[in-house]
């Protein structure tokens, strides 16, 4: 079992930034994704940014490009979420995830199988 915890969320305001951290306890396999993924209310969860076990970022939400960063550390086991120029369309739950690959891009919910708890982003005024 893979024990997933984010940290880092919170309230800023539209421009503003924030780092979301993620520990992963371990990895079951050699080759594996590990992505951030949110989730408006109401909404599906979307993949956010996303990266391969040798720690090159595979794909990102076309609306974060230019703006959010994906890096790790790995004698931490934590991965960072580095998240500038908010709008108030990033508001949700971000969750931080790993999986080994089965076919999709990393940015596919249904690629992983471990989850974190989620937290929150809000973005306002």
């Known amino acids: 079992q893979v024990e997933v915890v984010e940290s880092g969320g919170g309230w800023v305001q539209p421009g503003g930034s924030l780092r979301l951290s993620c520990t992963i306890s371990?990895?079951?396999?050699?080759?594996?994704?590990q992505g951030w993924f949110r989730q408006a209310p109401g909404k599906e969860r979307e993949g956010v940014l996303c990266m391969s076990s040798v720690d090159d970022v595979a794909d990102s939400l076309y609306s974060v490009r230019g703006r959010f960063t994906i890096s790790r550390d790995n004698a931490k086991k934590t991965m960072y979420l580095q998240m500038n120029n908010l709008t108030p369309e990033d508001t949700g739950v971000y969750y931080c995830a790993e999986g080994p690959p089965r076919g999709a891009t990393c940015l596919t919910p249904s690629e992983y199988v471990s989850w974190g708890q989620g937290t929150q982003v809000t973005v306002s005024s």
């Open positions: 371990e990895h079951a396999l050699d080759l594996y994704y």
